[in-house]
């Protein structure tokens, strides 16, 4: 029987071919296997033609999908093995965005084409297996994939399938989709680490351009030492430019804004030594030819959503270990090689052993979309390595109830199944669906563009391309809808598109401007300064997280058009200011207030309202009267004793404020201060009734001693207490109680001051009362003293005067 593809021929030299019978004999075992294989090892290469054998011996038709997590790797991938591949070229496809070669035995394709595949069709009919390369990089669509995948095979216990790992946490990955673990021992020559500090690589915009200059300089040195190629890990586009400028030796650019054409020329190479600058593209997805020397910055770029700001934007990092150890790793390919870090080993220790994935960090409005299209909202049940963050998913789901693309319950709607047909963005594809085939250029140019004013696309290749596909997009969907297309400007379709970063001028001198999010970033381009309207398409975090964002790309837009957009709201906001609540009617969009006027303050508000500057300000704004302190503090005593009674802490009157509150709700919203409320009134409201009518006997205001006079009890501590006249206690056995309490006595002189504490005064008429006697009869001898102050008449006044 004649095999598909000769295997031997395919993977004659590399490491994965030796025990390529093991790995297809792990496969049919349970019909999932997790591949974990260093760069360099040949997997991408052998594993899907391993697998096609594999399928045609056990007679299971239908082709077999790999997956790679960038359009120049799915490509070079394509391309290597048909040049191995000894059959037509129609055998080995591929499929990116706007660019498809089909095969009928393997095809490569991008995990977001396998993703569109499944929502189009959730059986995958004609496809036998599935290979998932690179899900270590935990690629967002990855992820979706890895997860449909799994609840697919539920259903076709015939598909196959494969993930493939570079690092060693490959057993996550076998766990969650019940895998069998084939580990390819790599044979990678040794690569002496070199580590060589510059200049300081990031400050609060960026990369510095002291750190790219030095690693221009490094670069030219090493390719003058290098027998081979140099290549240069740099964390993006724009990095990748500023150093091809100060290279002195010849060298190439691989970065994804480049064509496929570019791209696959570059993988190529040519016999000429070289330093080629790239993007992580080259750690692990292809491989550059002709490298013995790698330069690392050390840095990735990598999304991170900032809820506070509610905001998504790249930023600058260093990169992970692993990303940087297989960047390393290029460098022995070919033989012995050299990696140079342009940082401390230190630095290197420090950072993170594996990159975040996605899923934590990213914003999640078109995985939120492609679980709503699965059936799965909010991920609910679906098998995910990692659950998505709460706030993220839910800012996600708001955005897409804003484009209507799902509905109150989080369910995909019509219009969001179509937008989840067009592979874009979800924001881009309804804009397109909205605004028609005139849309089209001004969203190539937001999605594959570099013109910093949008209002201006640029002619290159690429939006050229995107151009044409939008346009395709555009008028095939233009068939399926009813009603005319919007009439936009460039910025209002970008406003249509990203409707939370349309940003009004807040700041003049300083460009400062704020978004209809409620993000304040500051405009950097000279040629859209002083518009007082802006449709923001990329914002930047920068690496100082107090510093405000700077906005990267943008187009001007007109205030009546946004109006048409996003017609203003009123709303009346009710605050507490000084003591008072006040009301002010708001006409904005979204966070940005167009005009505020003052309005009286309704009524059904001021129970919110005052929630609010309660939870902030606490009980400050109210008067606390000498009654309404004692009674707080009786109220107190009691709920310590028994909690079924009210709690009149802070805390416990702040959430009870509707109760003692409500009756004077009228009179607050007319103006009345706060500080004017009777808080003993208040008080007694919380009361509960009929037990509040014992509340006097059970916690009294005041006891009566001896003398005949009443006291007021001190409840402001644990134990109430009564300041009193030590002989107008004269007669009193012992010390009485509350709710099981002794009430502990401050004993005063005739002149006030104290002169013993007690809670037992048995014990202390038995004891101590003696020298206090002895004391008191040289210092107030005009006062009786007497031996036994048990029988003695309680009395406040002097010998004399009871004499008479």
């Known amino acids: 029987m004649s095999l598909p593809c000769d295997l031997a021929a395919i993977g004659a030299g590399l490491p994965v071919a030796r025990d390529i019978a093991l790995f297809q004999q792990r496969l049919a075992e349970r019909g999932a296997t997790v591949v974990h294989a260093p760069p360099g090892t040949g997997k991408t290469t052998l594993i899907p033609p391993a697998v096609a054998n594999a399928l045609y011996e056990r007679s299971i038709p239908g082709k077999v999908l790999v997956t790679a997590p960038?359009?120049?790797?799915?490509?070079?991938?394509?391309?290597?093995?048909?040049?191995?591949?000894?059959?037509?070229?129609?055998?080995?496809?591929?499929?990116?965005?706007?660019?498809?070669?089909?095969?009928?035995?393997?095809?490569?394709?991008?995990?977001?084409?396998?993703?569109?595949?499944?929502?189009?069709?959730?059986?995958?009919?004609?496809?036998?297996?599935?290979?998932?390369?690179?899900?270590?990089?935990?690629?967002?669509?990855?992820?979706?994939?890895?997860?449909?995948?799994?609840?697919?095979?539920?259903?076709?216990?015939?598909?196959?399938?494969?993930?493939?790992?570079?690092?060693?946490?490959?057993?996550?990955?076998?766990?969650?989709?019940?895998?069998?673990?084939?580990?390819?021992?790599?044979?990678?020559?040794?690569?002496?680490?070199?580590?060589?500090?510059?200049?300081?690589?990031?400050?609060?915009?960026?990369?510095?351009?002291?750190?790219?200059?030095?690693?221009?300089?490094?670069?030219?040195?090493?390719?003058?030492?290098?027998?081979?190629?140099?290549?240069?890990?740099?964390?993006?586009?724009?990095?990748?430019?500023?150093?091809?400028?100060?290279?002195?030796?010849?060298?190439?650019?691989?970065?994804?804004?480049?064509?496929?054409?570019?791209?696959?020329?570059?993988?190529?190479?040519?016999?000429?030594?070289?330093?080629?600058?790239?993007?992580?593209?080259?750690?692990?997805?292809?491989?550059?030819?002709?490298?013995?020397?790698?330069?690392?910055?050390?840095?990735?770029?990598?999304?991170?959503?900032?809820?506070?700001?509610?905001?998504?934007g790249l930023i600058t990092i260093t990169a992970a270990r692993s990303a940087m150890d297989q960047r390393a790793g290029r460098a022995g390919r070919l033989g012995p090689g050299t990696a140079i870090r342009l940082c401390e080993q230190r630095s290197y220790a420090a950072a993170p052993a594996y990159p975040a994935p996605e899923i934590a960090t990213s914003d999640l409005t078109q995985a939120a979309l492609t679980l709503a299209s699965w059936g799965s909202p909010r991920g609910e049940g679906f098998p995910l390595l990692d659950t998505p963050p709460p706030a993220a998913l839910s800012a996600a789901e708001e955005v897409l109830r804003g484009i209507n693309a799902v509905d109150a319950r989080g369910a995909i709607t019509e219009h969001g199944r179509m937008i989840s047909t067009i592979p874009a963005d979800p924001r881009c594809a309804h804009a397109l669906l909205s605004a028609g085939t005139a849309a089209a250029p001004v969203l190539a140019e937001l999605t594959v563009g570099s013109s910093t004013d949008l209002s201006t696309p640029s002619n290159s290749p690429q939006v050229t391309r995107e151009t044409s596909r939008f346009t395709r997009i555009a008028t095939a969907a233009s068939a399926k809808q009813t009603g005319d297309a919007q009439q936009l400007s460039a910025g209002g379709v970008i406003a249509l598109a990203l409707p939370d970063m349309v940003a009004r001028l807040v700041d003049a001198e300083q460009h400062i401007y704020l978004t209809t999010a409620g993000t304040r970033a500051r405009l950097m381009d000279a040629q859209l300064r002083g518009a007082r309207w802006l449709a923001v398409a990329e914002m930047s975090r920068g690496t100082n997280q107090q510093a405000l964002p700077i906005i990267r790309r943008a187009a001007i837009v007109d205030?009546?058009?946004?109006?048409?957009?996003?017609?203003?709201?009123?709303?009346?906001?009710?605050?507490?200011?000084?003591?008072?609540?006040?009301?002010?009617?708001?006409?904005?969009?979204?966070a940005i207030e167009l005009a505020s006027t003052p309005t009286t303050v309704p009524v059904d508000e001021v129970e919110e309202a005052l929630a609010r500057a309660l939870e902030g300000d606490g009980l400050r704004d109210f008067h606390w009267s000498a009654a309404a302190l004692q009674l707080r503090q009786r109220m107190a005593f009691y709920h310590a004793h028994d909690t079924t009674w009210p709690d009149v802490s802070d805390a416990g009157l702040i959430a009870a404020a509707p109760v003692w509150l409500s009756m004077h709700y009228p009179r607050l919203a007319e103006g009345m201060p706060l500080a004017e409320i009777d808080m003993h009134q208040a008080l007694s409201a919380l009361l509960p009734w009929p037990a509040a009518q014992d509340f006097d006997k059970d916690v009294p205001a005041s006891i009566a001693v001896p003398s005949g006079r009443s006291i007021p009890v001190d409840y402001s501590e644990e134990q109430p207490s009564v300041q009193v006249k030590l002989q107008e206690c004269f007669g009193l056995e012992d010390s009485p109680e509350i709710l099981g309490t002794r009430i502990r006595f401050e004993l005063l002189s005739p002149a006030g001051r104290p002169v013993a504490i007690t809670d037992n005064l048995t014990r202390f008429w038995d004891g101590a009362y003696a020298d206090v006697r002895a004391d008191m009869r040289g210092r107030y001898p005009k006062h009786p003293w007497p031996e036994d102050p048990r029988t003695a008449p309680a009395t406040r006044k002097t010998t004399a005067q009871l004499r008479r």
């Open 70 to 312: 960038r359009r120049v790797a799915v490509i070079a991938a394509a391309q290597r093995l048909r040049q191995l591949h000894r059959s037509p070229h129609s055998d080995i496809g591929f499929a990116v965005r706007g660019q498809s070669e089909p095969g009928s035995l393997i095809e490569f394709v991008t995990p977001g084409v396998l993703v569109r595949m499944l929502l189009s069709d959730p059986e995958l009919a004609g496809i036998s297996a599935v290979i998932l390369d690179e899900v270590h990089e935990r690629n967002l669509d990855t992820d979706l994939a890895l997860g449909m995948l799994t609840e697919l095979r539920l259903l076709r216990e015939d598909l196959q399938l494969v993930a493939m790992s570079a690092t060693v946490d490959a057993r996550a990955f076998a766990t969650l989709i019940d895998a069998t673990l084939h580990h390819v021992d790599a044979a990678l020559h040794e690569v002496d680490i070199r580590y060589q500090p510059g200049p300081a690589r990031l400050d609060e915009r960026g990369v510095t351009r002291e750190f790219l200059s030095w690693t221009a300089q490094v670069a030219d040195d090493a390719l003058a030492e290098s027998a081979g190629s140099v290549l240069v890990f740099l964390p993006g586009r724009r990095e990748i430019e500023r150093v091809a400028e100060q290279l002195h030796g010849p060298h190439a650019q691989l970065h994804g804004g480049l064509s496929a054409k570019d791209q696959a020329a570059i993988v190529r190479g040519g016999k000429e030594p070289r330093i080629v600058l790239a993007t992580s593209i080259a750690e692990s997805s292809l491989t550059v030819p002709g490298v013995h020397t790698v330069v690392d910055a050390g840095l990735a770029r990598v999304p991170r959503r900032d809820n506070l700001r509610a905001m998504t």
């Open 559 to 590: 205030e009546q058009e946004i109006h048409q957009l996003y017609p203003p709201t009123s709303t009346t906001t009710v605050q507490v200011r000084h003591g008072k609540l006040s009301a002010r009617k708001i006409r904005r969009i979204g």
